[in-house]
């Protein structure tokens, strides 16, 4: 198929390299015009414009859109429908509040426009793996677009198949799925978002534990100088508190075992907040999510070794950098 990409970041570009590999056309937008030649150097086709993007595009026009959410999301989406016509598609990959995607369907609507909202999963990793997908919005406008998502995706893989899955239908297996309405792949990619905070905050005061086992206050006989690294990689072999977040921890104490290379100022993208929000709304309660959440706003204020931690594991899935560190490379 051909698909238009606005946005080529650390997200963007690789999606835009996945889409090459498995054969589709994509037509490249970005601020940069420095970041559109480089992709049009691999095969994309770029553009000059917004406008000149739209009419590289064949009717009917399918744009994916990953820039930052927010207020770059909603220009850019609002720029797309002011140009595109009756039967094409926006498609929003970013973190976008949900409530802003029901919204902005509604609008698009009123045009004749078809919005999705997929709630992506993958991080700089994703080219190589793959991203895990949620979608929300039409159904028949997200069937139409199945080659694209199925190719972004991971595929089955070596993953062991869940016993009894063989008598379901549908994608899941494939690493993407259609969640429902307008709204809804955004929704579950929130709560994704704020249960990710709870597993890395429980790991991250697991290792601070580890970390002050030998402190001199404690009993001699009870003080024990452990190899972080060497734990988190035997926890990774058989384990059942395995998983993807703890290979890239086990990674991190590998190749720096103190984090000294980290403050320990943790930024929230905004997901976690969202789902305590929705929590509120729901009247369902969220200690550990909740707790997770504030111990990110703590750590702005004080940093402890599970603030470091924590640094680590967002830049070795995301690629998220420390404000300090910009500074300090700026």
Known sequence: MQLGMVGLGRMGSNMTRRLMRGGHQVIVSDLSADAVKQLASEGAVGSASLEDFISKLKPPRAAWVMVPAGGPTEQTVLALAQHMQHGDTIIDGGNSYYKDDVRRARLCKDKGIHYIDVGTSGGVWGLERGYCMMIGGPKETVQRLDSIFKTLAPGRGEIPRTPGR???????????????PSGAGHFVKMVHNGIEYGIMQAYAEGFD?????????LPEDMRYDLNLADIAEVWRRGSVVSSWLLDLTAMALTENPTLSEYTGFVQDSGEGRWTIQAAIEEAVPVGVLSGALYARFRSRQEHTFADKMLSAMRQKFGGHVEPSIVAKTA
Do not use: Q, V, W
């Open 209 to 217: 534990i580890f970390r002050n086992a030998s402190k001199k206050d």
């Open 166 to 180: 063989e008598r379901l239908n549908g994608t899941a297996e494939d690493g993407y799925i259609h969640c429902g």
